[in-house]
């Protein structure tokens, strides 16, 4: 029986009743930790006015209205001088932390960059959105940039980093803190050493991109598409996972707006489902279990003081040491409050009354809140249930913009304003790009370098930089200590239990292939080029007539992979397929699965970061290739040669330095770098570029944008 056949059958089995909502006397509450509310409006303004540059603190009491004229004028409002509700409205909106006038404080040197090869680390993350989708929102955000500048962006790891980015909360080492949730939302320095050129996100909001929490589903029947919230179950509307419908407690969601039509579903991240890192491959919990003798019938955080949600994964911790920790519910996990980042807890009790869902009651801004024990009454512990939440991206490239030496501007449509506002369309505005580019100037329009021949076609769309460099690292964020100590530690591979549905189905045929500006990795497998991107890849096949297929997601194919591949290659005689990620392989025979292995296995010691590309040479031989080395490497021994690393234009001259992906395809070598690539033929034992074009255009013959 399909999975939402039983849903369905087990929801006839519930029965219905909806009581008419009782008309009652609202109760106003005071929250814990809820401080904006409590600011009178003069209060309010003093604190913004003197916060965002307006007023010296001095000036309290008096002077407001010129101040308030200043700010007016700034932000694009009507000019009254006047505490009126247009002002008090614009104060209380979420924006930008950076002064409008003036600097956090006075900074050295001209605030501009002085080199273009601009460097960024991700030191860590928010658990709102999974981290490729954060690293994702970054790198566009430094693309709309490096679009109308000459500027590129690096991801480096480490501290040295022009562009340091981290989530904070509250007072988080810089003496500018954050304010909970919604109002202050990031700031960031004006370019120079140090902490300039840094960019903070508070963490207490909720990151999204911008139209709510970003849920991916596992197993069900739409293809690991994320869930739409809200969505209608048997004429019920959800803003979260829920479990109604089903026997065996399994969080899930609709992934259109209407499952009552549509049918389709996900698993939300469930600890029923799998758990992360840990030393259980990720199988789910089984509840209870024993921890130190106690009964656990939920994740626990005991046992740690990293307040880190772990469970066993077999019915005794005690004896059998087996333990992940439980994946996080963004949907239903609370921003703001008092319990920032812990999970609704349902039912719980508020003024004597139990409620099974975030309600308004107690609030007068009409919030939805939740408690996150199951008493507020006596524990007093809540925040804010899940909203739209902030754009990251937006955000973000707002932020980028700070530093690299822009301030706000008044123009409320542009980019700069100082205020949050969501839109789909392109971010910047010519206020923003005049801006950029007075500092920077535009963005030069480069030619590919074809060293030895012309480009076979002469493609007409400009070529855009890769600004987002393949990650030369995986430095850790996940908890690495066990709940007592003992059990060993280290990410494991994604869960692989669990129910499966049709694997390779195809998603949405509207994700073109030709929309793709730069691919993760290329290569031939079986006789078809598969070009790999953030999780998904497309089949291209050369026969009677040019077709593409797809995206599929690599996980339905193959389930261990990571969502981000450096390259891949299969060896011709073996068919076995190899597949790089940072410093981890993966080798597939068929669907059984060897890996992830770290490099070293290969012989490949840690200054190879990665590797870029293998080319089959016959006879169970195989180049690899890492930056601008070469190593022959034996499939049969899954060794290289250490004495055999040569420099890449010893054997290929011709072909650009730095080139990220390197495959075979028809016996040609292909380097690509940035957009495009080069073609190598090896023909009389002469390796000599025989053409340049475009990924895209060229050998996908997609249409000329
Ligand atoms: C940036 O470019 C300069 C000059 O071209 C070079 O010296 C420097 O090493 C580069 N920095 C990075 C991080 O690539
Ligand atoms: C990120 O790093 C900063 C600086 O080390 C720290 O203050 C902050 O708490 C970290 N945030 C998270 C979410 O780990
Ligand atoms: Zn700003
Ligand atoms: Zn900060």
Not at 488 to 496: A, F, K, L
Request: charged share 20%; proline share 9%.
């Amino acid at each position: 029986m399909s999975p939402w056949l039983s849903l369905v059958l087990a929801l006839l089995a519930l029965g219905c009743c909806t009581a008419a909502p009782r008309r009652h006397q609202p109760t106003v509450v005071v929250f814990p930790g809820d401080l904006r509310t409590s600011l009178t409006n003069t209060q309010l303004a003093e604190e913004y006015l003197y916060r965002y540059g307006y007023t010296k603190v001095a000036e309290f009491g008096k002077s407001l209205s010129r101040a308030l004229r200043v700010l007016q004028k700034r932000l694009a409002l009507p000019e009254t001088g006047e505490l009126d509700s247009t002002t008090l409205e614009a104060m209380r909106a979420p924006r930008c932390g950076v002064p409008d006038l003036g600097q956090f404080q006075t900074f050295e040197g001209d605030l501009k960059w002085h080199h273009q090869n601009i460097t960024y680390w991700i030191e860590n993350y928010s658990e709102d959105l999974p981290q490729d989708v954060i690293d994702d929102a970054f790198a566009r955000a430094f693309d709309v940039w490096s679009k109308v500048t000459p500027l590129t962006f690096t991801r480096v790891y480490g501290r040295e980093a022009d562009i340091v980015i981290q989530f904070g909360v509250r007072e988080h080492g810089d003496g500018y803190p954050f304010d909970g949730k919604d109002g202050l939302l990031a700031h960031a320095f004006p370019p120079g050493p140090g902490i300039q050129g840094d960019a903070h996100f508070d963490d207490e909001e909720l990151w999204s991109l911008g139209k709510g929490v970003v849920v991916q589903t596992h197993f069900g029947n739409a293809g690991g598409a994320p869930c739409h919230f809200p969505f209608n179950f048997e004429g019920r509307s959800y803003s979260a996972c829920t479990t109604d419908g089903r026997s065996d407690d399994l969080p899930w969601c609709s992934t259109t707006a209407n499952f009552d039509v549509d049918h389709l579903f996900g698993f939300c991240p469930s600890e029923r489902l799998y758990t992360q890192h840990g030393n259980a491959d990720g199988k789910p919990c089984v509840f209870p279990f024993t921890f130190e003798g106690r009964s656990y019938s939920a994740c626990t955080t005991d046992g740690r003081s990293d307040g880190y949600r772990w469970c066993a994964t077999t019915a005794n911790y005690d004896q059998d040491k087996l333990y992940g920790f439980c994946p996080t519910r963004v949907d239903s996990t609370v921003s703001g409050g008092n319990s920032a980042g812990e999970p609704c807890v349902f039912p719980f009790v508020f003024l004597g009354k139990e409620y099974s869902t975030c309600t308004r009651e107690g609030r007068s801004d009409g919030r939805l809140w939740c408690a996150t024990t199951s008493d507020f009454d006596s524990d007093k512990k809540w925040g804010f249930c899940p909203d739209q939440g902030y754009s990251l991206f937006l955000v973000a490239a707002h932020e980028f913009g700070h530093a690299l030496g822009l301030d706000h501007t008044s123009v409320p449509e542009a980019l700069m304003y100082p205020m949050y506002s969501y839109t789909d369309g392109p971010p910047l505005h010519e206020d923003d790009v005049k801006g950029i580019q007075h500092l920077y100037g535009p963005r030069p329009k480069p030619e590919p370098q074809p060293p030895t021949t012309t480009p076979a076609t002469q493609p007409t769309a400009p070529p855009v930089v890769c600004t987002t460099g393949p990650p030369t690292a995986h430095p850790s964020t996940s908890p690495t200590a066990g709940p007592t100590g003992s059990p060993s530690v280290g990410p494991t591979g994604p869960p692989t239990a669990g129910p499966t549905e049709a694997p390779t189905v195809s998603l949405d045929p509207s994700e073109d292939v030709c929309n793709v500006d730069i691919f993760d990795a290329i290569a031939e497998i079986g006789n078809r080029l598969h070009f790999f991107k953030d999780g998904k890849y497309w089949q291209f096949s050369e026969g009677q007539r040019r077709s593409v297929q797809g995206p599929f997601l690599i996980r339905d194919t193959w389930p261990t992979l990571p969502h981000k591949l450096d390259s891949a290659f299969e060896d011709p005689l073996t068919k076995k397929i190899f597949f790089f990620s940072g410093r981890q392989v993966w080798v597939y025979t068929g669907p059984s699965v060897i890996g992830p292995r770290r490099l070293d296995k290969l012989g490949l010691g840690p200054e190879v970061t990665q590797v870029t590309g293998g080319l089959p040479r016959g006879g169970g031989k195989v180049l690899l290739f890492s930056g601008q080395n070469f190593w022959r490497f034996d499939v049969k021994t899954q060794k290289v040669d250490p004495q055999s690393a040569s420099p890449v234009d010893h054997m290929f001259p011709g072909v650009p330095l730095n080139t990220h992906d390197i495959f075979q395809y028809r016996e040609k070598a292909y380097f690509c770098q940035e957009r495009f690539y080069w073609r190598v033929n090896f023909r009389n034992e002469m390796n000599q570029v025989d053409e340049v074009g475009y990924v895209t255009y060229d050998i996908l013959q997609c249409p000329e944008a």
